[in-house]
């Protein structure tokens, strides 16, 4: 089975630039996660989709950062316009349910200069 | 809102020796605990995953309990070696209360094993 695919791995941009990551889960998960990981912290997340919909999006940064999941399938995160406070590892993670084990993906490392 | 702890914050240990990692969190209402390795720069290992059903797992030199009553969870790792060196994270994923499908994170451990 394969796992959660994630690109780009690295990334390297201007502040005020504008990025974008893509992501593939698990065939079959209808729930998808976008986390933000800052050196020397644990993961935070940012917005989880059930299907195409977005269940939670408390702590996505509305102003500049979007998502989304077109189908239910592939799901992309923008950042518009990058700041240097940005520079993290974004990863994606799946699961078949809302409550059950999360997969995660290899991750994107952002470094915004 | 449920909340990880992990301590220490960083450990540094001689080759060969057990040590134990430690976690806490705040809301008992947990589906699974899920402790992950983190390579420098690189994404997350799984390493045990604790049913809330669960006391323990065990995978090779690894050993995590979880007592739900406590809010703990520890990673006994026996005789360490240099390739163990990483960041350890533990996750819990809450079943109910105001977390409710969340997976909260601790803010990990970083191990240093030195031969």
């Known amino acids: 089975e394969a796992g959660v695919a994630q690109s780009p791995r690295y990334k390297i941009i201007e502040k005020r630039q504008s990025v974008a990551f893509w992501c593939n889960p698990i065939?079959?998960?209808?729930?998808l996660y976008w986390y933000q990981q800052i050196l020397g912290q644990g993961p935070k997340l940012l917005i989880q989709?059930?299907?195409?919909?977005?269940?939670?999006d408390s702590q996505l940064p509305k102003d500049r950062f979007s998502a989304e999941r077109l189908k239910g399938v592939d799901s992309t995160l923008k950042i518009q316009p990058a700041k240097l406070e940005d520079s993290a590892v974004y990863l994606c993670?799946?699961?078949?349910?809302?409550?059950?084990?999360?997969?995660f993906g290899p991750g994107t490392r952002l470094t915004v200069l | 809102k449920q909340e990880v702890t992990q301590i220490p914050a960083a450990l540094s240990v001689p080759e060969g020796e057990n040590l134990v990692l430690n976690c806490s969190f705040t809301?008992?209402?947990?589906?699974?605990l899920q402790w992950f390795r983190q390579d420098p720069g690189k994404g997350l290992t799984s390493l045990l995953l604790?049913?809330?059903?669960?006391r323990e797992q065990t995978s090779g030199r690894l050993n995590a309990s979880l007592d739900k009553s406590s809010g703990r969870s520890t990673l006994y790792i026996a005789a360490s070696q240099p390739g163990d060196s990483a960041t350890y994270l533990c996750?819990?994923?809450?079943?109910?209360?105001?977390?409710?499908?969340?997976?909260?994170f601790g803010q990990g451990t970083i191990l240093t094993v030195h031969p």
């Open positions: 993670a799946s699961s078949s349910l809302r409550i059950d084990t999360q997969y």
């Open positions: 065939s079959g998960h209808a729930t």
């Open positions: 989709f059930q299907n195409n919909g977005v269940v939670d």
């Open positions: 809301d008992s209402a947990i589906y699974n």
């Open positions: 604790i049913q809330s059903s669960q």
């Open positions: 996750a819990g994923l809450n079943a109910g209360g105001t977390s409710y499908g969340k997976l909260t």
